[in-house]
């Protein structure tokens, strides 16, 4: 039964009550404002104060469940343009998303994960997007569901089209407990979330008579909404109701992400998918073809050059197309290492991946040995965060991630005003130390400054950058 729709108290069958926390409580009044419902329903909001109970009558003017019915039956019948990938700014189709809502209810704690999952259902001849919920309570998994979701090319109004429910209890499947599908038993798709939301507008999520009949309320707009995961803003307040058992939830939605809040769990973790290319640039990092870096210093004595390029070549590694960017480097003028090295740029967060390097090191010009040579998904190695998009002070991130051959960790420490290198003086230069606990009290700095990349790594100082 699904968190999108559904509160917990609906799901554990447990006799209505909706609470607030103590510092939610008066803005949550006041988004409540006018809204529809039937006339008979109350809803309670605890007391901050003292802890007594008010019941709030309910106006039944402004909008009613019947025509949020009528609605959502005028919008089956017109022509929409489904898409199983996509959403709108509240509502995400994207699969690798996934969102950790965890709190305390009723004494139990409590976790649900959702995930857009990387694959479709065909119910009521659509093709739908499936998203996976998987709820436990004190560590017990209680329920996994599939919900399946469409969402309109024209409007991006965002459809429910039903869900697969399995219930458990001690590991065993017990029962389906609001399984429905659209275009079964006189099933009907419903609307999750419109694309632009208005304060006072109801809709139809679920329209599975006598199995699923929630319907969604726009209560207002929060400016600011905290969670263990962030502050996030502009956010959605929805409130839902259910004639089948009247229950009630109030739900937040953050722009970019979903679902923030759903009434006492709380966003701790979202992982956004990502969106890969072989080419681009953040403020510090780029990759282009033709890119060039040039360093030179001195170490022991021996003059060390390194010359970094980014190749006009790509190498698919993981099943990313990655780009190529060759380091050689030199000591006395003689060839110590040549490694090929695979990035990737994220398009919307300009995170740059690193997907590992082919390594060849050399000996009076002979290949000797491939030392520290890895690839994203061989051998139990993983890609890693080389350089985030958006570099905030303190801000650590695992660079490489393949156990016993590199496991470098990166760390920023803060931004320099000013630094001076041969090939010039740069400002607002980002400062990264990095560490490996496979070579422990071993740090490496490295500064990088905007529109160049890296202009000092330990000895060697940037001498002469080609831009692309």
């Known amino acids: 039964m699904n968190r999108f729709t559904q509160s917990r108290v609906r799901r554990s069958r447990r006799p209505f009550q909706t609470h607030f926390d103590t510092l939610e409580q008066r803005s949550l009044l006041s988004l409540l404002g006018r809204y529809s419902h039937a006339a008979a329903e109350i809803v309670r909001v605890e007391n901050a104060e003292d802890g007594s109970h008010n019941a709030a009558a309910v106006d039944a003017v402004l909008s009613d469940r019947a025509a949020a019915r009528r609605s959502t039956a005028a919008r089956g019948a017109a022509t929409l ?178 679902m923030i809040r759903d009434d006492k769990l709380k966003l701790v973790n979202v992982t956004r998918p990502l969106d890969l290319t072989s080419t681009g640039r953040n403020t510090y990092f780029i990759l282009e073809p033709g890119h060039t870096l040039t360093f030179e210093g001195e170490e022991d004595g021996d003059q060390v050059q390194l010359v970094v390029t980014v190749l006009n070549e790509t190498q698919t590694v993981d099943g990313v197309e990655t780009r190529v960017v060759e380091e050689r480097e030199t000591v006395n003028g003689a060839l110590v290492e040549v490694s090929r090295n695979f990035f990737a740029i994220d398009r919307g967060t300009g995170d740059v991946y690193y997907f590992g390097e082919d390594v060849d090191d050399y000996e009076n010009g002979v290949i000797v040995g491939h030392d520290g040579a890895w690839r994203s998904g061989v051998d139990g190695a993983q890609f890693g965060l080389f350089q985030p998009g958006a570099p905030r002070r303190g801000m650590e991130f695992k660079q490489e991630d393949a156990p016993g051959v590199a496991e470098d960790t990166g760390r920023v420490v803060g931004f320099r005003r000013n630094v001076r290198v041969p090939a010039g003086t740069f400002q607002n230069v980002l400062a990264v130390r990095e560490t490996t606990p496979l070579e422990p009290g071993a740090v490496s700095n490295k500064l990088y400054a905007p529109g160049v990349g890296m202009i000092v790594d330990d000895i060697l100082r940037l001498v002469n950058v080609t831009p692309a």
Do not use: C
């Open 81 to 258: 343009d489904f898409a199983s990938v996509g959403g709108n700014t509240y509502f995400l189709l994207q699969p690798g998303l996934t969102l950790t809502l965890e709190g305390i209810d009723d004494g139990e704690f409590v976790q649900v994960i959702i995930t857009v999952l990387n694959e479709t259902q065909m119910v009521d001849g659509v093709e739908t997007r499936v998203v996976e919920e998987r709820e436990s309570a004190d560590g017990q998994l209680i329920e996994v569901s599939r919900n399946f979701f469409a969402v309109d090319r024209n409007t991006n109004d965002v459809y429910y089209f039903g869900e697969d429910v399995d219930d458990y209890e001690n590991g065993v499947i017990v029962g389906h407990d609001g399984a429905w599908r659209s275009g079964v038993d006189g099933a009907r798709f419903g609307l999750i979330m419109p694309a632009n939301p208005q304060r006072g507008m109801t809709y139809m999520q679920e329209n599975a008579p006598g199995v699923a009949e929630d319907t969604g309320l726009v209560l207002g707009f929060r400016r600011n909404v905290r969670t263990p995961a962030g502050t996030f803003q502009n956010v959605l307040a929805v409130r839902e109701t259910s004639p089948l058992d009247q229950s009630a939830s109030i739900k937040f939605y953050a722009p970019g992400v979903g």
